[in-house]
């Protein structure tokens, strides 16, 4: 597992070695403050285990600033095993509260005197704005704070030249995502669960009872929550603080559910924040919709109001990733920071992390508030950011039906197929994609059964209410075949012809990349292959070139790491147990790499990262340590394809030989359940906003070339779309071939090889670690003209 440079380790000018960063002789201190948020205790974990590592002092301090002013037995040091088996908490397990004491100066003067006897002057705080503001006070104070307690005889002038500066990094936990210049909070993608948990199940029954349901959720001063959950459902209306519903709304609305019981819909879904305002900044309740609702259109209706629900249970694959790579990136960036320092944010941009200067972040959430105070409504929906915007945009766009008198005809008929294995979200993708294409005027045709249906002309039209309903739904309801064209591509043609298709949206896995190439190549033999052609990625296995994340890889990880959290609680009540646990992904390994990451694995076998029996000693030999320990379970895991000759019984077997007397073995195949189930609320998301936008695509390839008739022979007319790093791409297949290892079904390239180390970190090896590449702050956004990335 170690020391072996993987032919994708990436290499670059950023390669610093944890070598450089010694934390000899540093203290570290962690509180978490404010309200709970799911995450919290994966990045405490990562904090603690990073800070050990590189040989700094870690302590707890419990209560939140109120255990930092009463100090005692609340400031308490950590070490490698009291953060064992956190990971799957929801909440904070070193406590959390609100705290006057510390807004005073006498609270802080305390504080600081109970951090300087302990020699800790790097604070990591995990927690909204108010606590990341309280940091930023305290650590401008701080020379003063020491100068004062050193006249008043309660520390010594050694002990003020020695502790002078105080170095502060945060990371923002909060389930409402309100704070500025990170596209995810912590804890925000778990709350979402909880509420798409909810609606699916509120669904059903609605659905026999043709009711209405309005859904109250967390969110007082931003509708993140609320508008992410209506686009993920496809919810009737919905209501938000920053974006009030315009004057004469209750007409409006009773008018769109009438309309949409009128399609057949037996029930209407409509979602509240928790602070949703009117255009005059009155509140909107739950209570006053069903009112209206009631009187004007006498439809049963009833109110659930979600409360604390949102903050517990476990937290996600992605809260648990995210707050990883934080924490580690926080403990980095303490160990960074000099005097001069600013205090930072670590956040996500994209799919980067990166450092923000944490007083400009706290004062752009700060105008938000003031925007919506003085009813900028605009200026707050913009100044929340690009994939705000957009999700807003995009929902719009999906809710809510024209007339067919108000859509201008294209005259084009679209075409939209799944290629491949099923992944959870292409319905969601297939739903966006109708809706989107007949709002801006096509005809959309639904192909069924992938190429082979392509080519027996299993294809029909298909309307606006055919997919509501869909976003919840897992699997593929149009069918899909991992089938290539190549063999029918005059059947496709001649089919291309009788439907007079002008545009192809293609769903799927790398069967769709390798199909796409295959219709172009066709092109020179026929002509009916000469329009505009996009892929959409979707496949659990996230082997898609041109994009860092696939639709169904997020319902995929979470699957896989509700299931090693089950296995991991049977290990640790016997004792002495490792369990093998081998996840699908062809030949790569994103699913067992980042389910390692999620799950608190000790090892992954990956395919990317050549492995050989000198390793597999070791990881033994590391299990066999761990078992002296208190911590007394081990997980592992491989993906299906790493190794042709050390199988997942070879594996199970050798270790239960070398582990004899010292622990037993089990072995566990996921197999086909990491395909299934209901989509996760990422990939619903992800599936709706990059399916839109690859038919708006399609709408502007098809304006260019309206009325002249050409055709699209370029190859920038078949293209890939997918995520990287900050931005949304349309990359031309044909530049995608030189990126891809044909045989091996993967790109060349994949971005969370960087994220290895991270995983080997937390189960104690020793590796070399790659620092983020924003070592300097960056400036907050606005972000600039490009694709906004963000989901």
């Given at each position: ?38 995450g919290m205790n994966a990045a405490v974990r990562a904090v603690v285990r990073m800070g050990i590592y590189v ?401 027996k002309g299993q294809i029909k039209e298909i309307g606006w209410g055919d997919v509501g309903g869909w976003t ?320």
């Amino acid at each position: 597992m170690d020391g072996h440079d993987s032919p994708q380790t990436p290499k670059g000018s950023f390669r610093k070695f944890l070598e450089q960063l010694s934390g000899a002789g540093k203290a570290i201190g962690v509180l978490t403050s404010g309200g709970d948020a799911q995450g919290m205790n994966a990045a405490v974990r990562a904090v603690v285990r990073m800070g050990i590592y590189v040989g700094a002092k870690v302590y707890f301090i419990y209560e939140g600033y109120q255990g930092m002013v009463d100090g005692g037995s609340n400031i308490v040091e950590a070490d490698w095993e009291s953060v064992s088996s956190i990971l799957q908490v929801g909440g904070t397990i070193i406590g959390s509260a609100r705290c006057q004491d510390f807004r005073t100066r006498e609270g802080r003067l305390k504080a600081a005197c109970n951090l300087v006897q302990l020699g800790i002057t790097s604070l990591c705080v995990i927690g909204g704005d108010g606590s990341l503001t309280g940091a930023h006070i305290f650590q401008t104070e701080w020379s003063g704070l020491l100068e004062e307690l050193a006249r008043d005889g309660k520390i010594s002038t050694e002990q003020v030249q020695k502790h002078g500066h105080l170095n502060v990094v945060g990371m923002v936990g909060s389930i409402d995502n309100d704070f500025c210049g990170t596209d995810m909070t912590i804890g925000t993608d778990s709350a979402l669960h909880r509420i798409i948990e909810v609606v699916d199940a509120i669904m059903t029954t609605a659905q026999s009872h043709q009711r209405t349901f309005v859904l109250e959720v967390m969110g007082r001063h931003c509708g993140y929550l609320a508008l992410v959950s209506a686009l993920a459902c496809g919810a009737d209306w919905v209501f938000l603080p920053e974006s009030p519903p315009e004057e004469g709304w209750q007409e409006n609305m009773c008018v769109k559910l009438s309309e949409n019981r009128a399609r057949k819909k037996r029930l209407n879904i409509i979602i509240v924040a928790e602070g949703a305002i009117d255009t005059q900044n009155k509140p909107i309740t739950s209570e006053q919709i069903k009112e209206l609702v009631v009187t004007q259109l006498g439809y049963d209706t009833r109110v659930t109001i979600l409360g604390h629900v949102q903050r517990g249970g476990t937290p996600s694959a992605f809260d648990r990733i995210l707050a990883s790579r934080m924490g580690v990136e926080a403990v980095v960036a303490l160990l960074q920071a000099t005097p001069e320092t600013p205090a930072c944010v670590v956040s996500l941009s994209g799919n980067q992390a990166v450092r923000l200067p944490l007083m400009e972040c706290v004062q752009m959430t700060q105008e938000v508030q003031k925007a919506m105070d003085e009813r900028r409504f605009k200026d707050a929906v913009q100044l929340r950011g690009r994939s705000f915007e957009n999700n807003l945009n995009t929902y719009k766009q999906l809710a809510i039906k024209l007339p067919d008198s108000e859509i201008p005809k294209s005259n084009c008929n679209v075409g939209v197929v799944n290629v491949g294995a099923p992944a959870a979200g292409m319905n969601a993708a297939v739903r966006a994609a109708v809706r989107v294409g007949i709002s801006e005027g096509h005809k959309m045709f639904a192909v069924y059964d992938g190429f082979e249906g392509f080519a027996k002309g299993q294809i029909k039209e298909i309307g606006w209410g055919d997919v509501g309903g869909w976003t919840g739904q897992g699997g593929s309801i149009l069918g899909t075949k991992r089938i290539l064209p190549g063999k029918y591509l005059e059947d496709i043609a001649a089919q291309m012809r009788t439907h007079g298709i002008s545009a192809l949206l293609i769903i799927g896995g790398f069967e769709a990349y390798l199909g796409l190439l295959e219709l172009l190549a066709a092109r020179q033999k026929h002509e009916e292959f000469c329009v505009p052609m996009v892929m959409v990625p979707a496949t659990v296995s996230n082997n898609v070139p041109g994009s860092d994340f696939s639709i169904g890889a997020d319902t995929a990880l979470n699957t896989i790491t509700d299931t090693c959290d089950r296995i991991k609680q049977s290990a640790s009540g016997t004792k002495r147990r490792v369990f093998i646990i081998e996840t699908m992904g062809g030949f790569c390994g994103y699913l067992a790499n980042m389910g390692g990451l999620a799950a608190g694995a000790d090892a992954a076998y990956i395919f990317e990262e050549p492995f050989d029996i000198r390793d597999l000693q070791s990881n033994v030999e590391h299990l066999t340590e761990k078992m002296k320990t208190s911590i007394q379970r081990g997980l592992v895991l491989r993906n299906e394809s790493c190794s042709e000759n050390y199988t997942t019984d070879f594996i199970y077997q050798l270790y239960s030989e070398e582990g004899k007397g010292v622990f037993d073995c089990r072995k566990n195949v996921l197999g086909h359940m990491q395909q299934g189930g209901a989509p996760s609320p990422f990939d619903r998301n992800f599936g709706t906003k990059i399916s839109a936008r690859a038919m708006q695509w399609i709408s502007s390839k098809l304006r260019e070339s309206a009325g002249k008739g050409k055709k699209f022979l370029s190859e920038d007319s078949v293209c890939v779309l997918g995520i990287s790093k900050r931005t949304l791409l349309f990359q031309p297949v044909a530049e995608l071939k030189k990126e891809t290892d044909f045989e091996h079904r993967i790109p060349k390239e994949q971005w969370w090889l960087k994220l290895r180390p991270l995983m080997k970190i937390l189960a104690k090896y020793k590796v070399s670690f790659e620092v983020s590449d924003a070592s300097q702050l960056e400036p907050v956004q606005p972000r600039g003209a490009e694709e906004p990335a963000a989901i």
